[in-house]
């Protein structure tokens, strides 16, 4: 028997397409197959079978709600939740398909939907902006069910029958050479079409019994999204930035070992303990907060954990002027150093941010937050973003960096060629290099450079040599670590690739 679709199936009204592709660019960014075409909006009886035959085979079908469906009496995407609600009623009690998303204030009451959407469990999502959450829910939704009682009962039943019949499943060793090739060969061929979002290696995994567990640096830290519990819960950028920037500036801290972003936010909103979280993160001490934002006045509250007994180092609570946010972020930086067994304080500055105009700080938090989501969309906001911030302050070096690494990533996710990919990546060369004439060892914005050589000009040899120079200025950045390896994988080199 073959194995069902995995797919998600968005239904949306014409006028809701904008927050529709929202959503299918962030499920695709996460390895999720979502059937959404704005293109096949044109009808016809051919159209007309597929999107049948869609809804009839998806695993999961996602209605978009919103005040536009409810005004309308009449439209395609009526008959296609009539089909979702048929196949509903042929489903077993309690199995998920439809996950109804409300991307305005349309009452989860009265509304103008089948009887199963309202049994269903809705999800918000403001103009269509996907949440880490709902990302998390649509992939569990997707997870293969466990096996029933029964079913494990027949496999155990047929094992027995097959060792009675003395039968033995012997796979020839040359399946497993083929299987090899194709899987290499469909690695390459991703990386070739879209290159992965810049990230740090996994958690760490606990070892084999076989294997001794990895030592564990007194000098290494992880910084976990500060919580947001501010009454506007759209500011979480806010929360998310002000993390993110202490992160960046403990990172520059040549002695210290700050685990990566992607690694660290990737605990957020779990309920997961810090001795846990450390291990998997391979560190020595976590820091957790929160950031409660209201008008021009921010507490800020940062605690400094020892992982090995979970006991707090120092716990501090800063009430300031939004205009002092930087202060405190300094501040706050100091302080955890000054935990970190054997301090560094005495042998090491630490650097400070790049501009005192909030405005343009607070615009480059809500850019960093696009910038982190990935697809075309959420990169095209990014860069609109990281040049507003700059029309405040053209110097402030995070904010260049930022404009280009999204112009350099951008092409993969846009699937841009020719002059429109040189068009994008030209400014965030552009960028790069204007970063290095303020702060020379920015190893970012040499891998930009280098990035930009291999893939667009085709100067293999050069690009990979600017990337080592990067490598060498940073060794412990993750951006220039996955430039590197994505060039190995593309030249074939996968023995590089992997090391």
Same mark, same amino acid.
């Given at each position: 028997?073959?194995?069902?679709?995995?797919?998600?199936?968005?239904?949306?009204?014409?006028?809701?397409?904008?927050?529709?592709?929202?959503?299918?660019?962030?499920?695709?960014?996460?390895?999720?197959?979502?059937?959404?075409?704005?293109?096949?909006?044109?009808?016809?009886?051919?159209?007309?079978?597929?999107?049948?035959?869609?809804?009839?085979?998806?695993?999961?079908?996602?209605?978009?709600?919103?005040?536009?469906?409810?005004?309308?009496?009449?439209?395609?995407?009526?008959?296609?939740?009539?089909?979702?609600?048929?196949?509903?009623?042929?489903?077993?009690?309690?199995?998920?398909?439809?996950?109804?998303?409300?991307?305005?204030?349309?009452?989860?009451?009265?509304?103008?939907?089948?009887?199963?959407?309202?049994?269903?469990?809705?999800?918000?999502?403001?103009?269509?902006?996907?949440?880490?959450?709902?990302?998390?829910?649509?992939?569990?939704?997707?997870?293969?069910?466990?096996?029933?009682?029964?079913?494990?009962?027949?496999?155990?039943?047929?094992?027995?029958?097959?060792?009675?019949?003395?039968?033995?499943?012997?796979?020839?060793?040359? #399946?497993?050479?083929? $299987?090899?090739?194709?899987? *290499? =060969?469909? &690695? /390459?061929?991703?990386? @070739?079409?879209?290159?992965?979002?810049?990230?740090?290696?996994?958690?760490?995994?606990?070892?084999?019994?076989?294997?001794?567990?990895?030592?564990?640096?007194?000098?290494?830290?992880?910084?976990?999204?500060?919580?947001?519990?501010?009454?506007?819960?759209?500011?979480?950028?806010?929360?998310?930035?002000?993390?993110?920037?202490?992160?960046?500036?403990?990172?520059?801290?040549?002695?210290?070992?700050?685990?990566?972003?992607?690694?660290?936010?990737?605990?957020?909103?779990?309920?997961?303990? #810090?001795?846990?979280? $450390?291990?998997?993160?391979? *560190? =020595?001490? &976590? /820091?957790?907060?929160? @950031?409660?934002?209201?008008?021009?006045?921010?507490?800020?509250?940062?605690?400094?954990?020892?992982?090995?007994?979970?006991?707090?180092?120092?716990?501090?609570?800063?009430?300031?002027?939004?205009?002092?946010?930087?202060?405190?972020?300094?501040?706050?930086?100091?302080?955890?150093?000054?935990?970190?067994?054997?301090?560094?304080?005495?042998?090491?500055?630490?650097?400070?941010?790049?501009?005192?105009?909030?405005?343009?700080?607070?615009?480059?938090?809500?850019?960093?937050?696009?910038?982190?989501?990935?697809?075309?969309?959420?990169?095209?906001?990014?860069?609109?973003?990281?040049?507003?911030?700059?029309?405040?302050?053209?110097?402030?070096?995070?904010?260049?960096?930022?404009?280009?690494?999204?112009?350099?990533?951008?092409?993969?996710?846009?699937?841009?060629?020719?002059?429109?990919?040189?068009?994008?990546?030209?400014?965030?060369?552009?960028?790069?290099?204007?970063?290095?004439?303020?702060?020379?060892?920015?190893?970012?914005?040499?891998?930009?450079?280098?990035?930009?050589?291999?893939?667009?000009?085709?100067?293999?040899?050069?690009?990979?040599?600017?990337?080592?120079?990067?490598?060498?200025?940073?060794?412990?950045?993750?951006?220039?670590?996955?430039?590197?390896?994505?060039?190995?994988?593309?030249?074939?080199?996968?023995?590089?690739?992997?090391?």
């Amino acid at each position: 028997m073959s194995e069902p679709t995995k797919a998600v199936f968005l239904s949306y009204a014409r006028e809701d397409t904008d927050a529709a592709k929202r959503i299918a660019e962030a499920l695709r960014g996460f390895g999720v197959e979502v059937w959404f075409d704005q293109s096949e909006l044109r009808g016809g009886d051919q159209w007309d079978t597929k999107i049948r035959s869609q809804i009839k085979a998806c695993a999961l079908f996602i209605p978009i709600v919103s005040d536009t469906t409810q005004a309308r009496d009449e439209g395609y995407f009526r008959l296609e939740w009539k089909l979702a609600d048929d196949r509903s009623h042929l489903m077993a009690q309690g199995k998920a398909f439809i996950v109804p998303v409300v991307i305005d204030d349309t009452p989860d009451s009265g509304t103008a939907v089948p009887d199963s959407f309202s049994r269903a469990q809705w999800t918000r999502l403001s103009a269509g902006v996907p949440t880490p959450a709902f990302i998390e829910q649509v992939k569990r939704l997707l997870e293969t069910p466990k096996k029933s009682a029964v079913q494990k009962a027949e496999d155990r039943g047929q094992k027995i029958e097959d060792r009675r019949a003395g039968q033995k499943s012997v796979v020839p060793a040359w #399946i497993w050479v083929v $299987a090899a090739i194709v899987i *290499v =060969a469909v &690695v /390459v061929r991703v990386v @070739v079409l879209r290159q992965p979002a810049p990230a740090a290696p996994p958690p760490v995994v606990a070892a084999t019994k076989s294997a001794a567990p990895a030592a564990i640096s007194a000098q290494s830290v992880a910084v976990l999204a500060f919580a947001n519990l501010s009454d506007d819960k759209g500011g979480e950028f806010f929360s998310d930035g002000i993390s993110e920037e202490l992160l960046n500036v403990l990172a520059k801290v040549p002695k210290l070992k700050v685990a990566a972003r992607t690694s660290s936010f990737t605990f957020k909103g779990q309920n997961v303990p #810090i001795p846990e979280i $450390a291990q998997k993160l391979g *560190v =020595a001490y &976590v /820091v957790e907060g929160s @950031v409660r934002k209201a008008g021009n006045k921010v507490r800020i509250t940062a605690q400094l954990i020892k992982a090995e007994d979970g006991f707090h180092v120092w716990s501090e609570t800063y009430d300031r002027e939004l205009k002092d946010i930087f202060a405190v972020q300094d501040e706050i930086a100091k302080n955890i150093l000054g935990g970190v067994k054997g301090s560094l304080l005495g042998e090491t500055e630490l650097p400070h941010l790049t501009t005192t105009k909030i405005e343009a700080y607070t615009i480059y938090l809500q850019a960093q937050g696009a910038f982190a989501k990935r697809g075309e969309i959420n990169l095209r906001e990014a860069i609109r973003l990281f040049e507003a911030a700059l029309a405040i302050d053209p110097d402030y070096v995070p904010a260049l960096v930022g404009r280009a690494q999204a112009g350099v990533v951008l092409p993969n996710y846009a699937y841009l060629t020719g002059a429109q990919a040189r068009e994008i990546t030209d400014g965030a060369k552009q960028a790069a290099r204007r970063t290095l004439q303020l702060d020379p060892q920015n190893a970012t914005a040499q891998t930009v450079i280098g990035w930009a050589a291999f893939q667009f000009d085709w100067r293999w040899e050069e690009g990979v040599a600017t990337m080592l120079r990067a490598r060498d200025l940073a060794p412990n950045d993750s951006w220039t670590w996955n430039g590197l390896g994505d060039c190995h994988r593309m030249t074939g080199d996968l023995v590089q690739a992997f090391k």
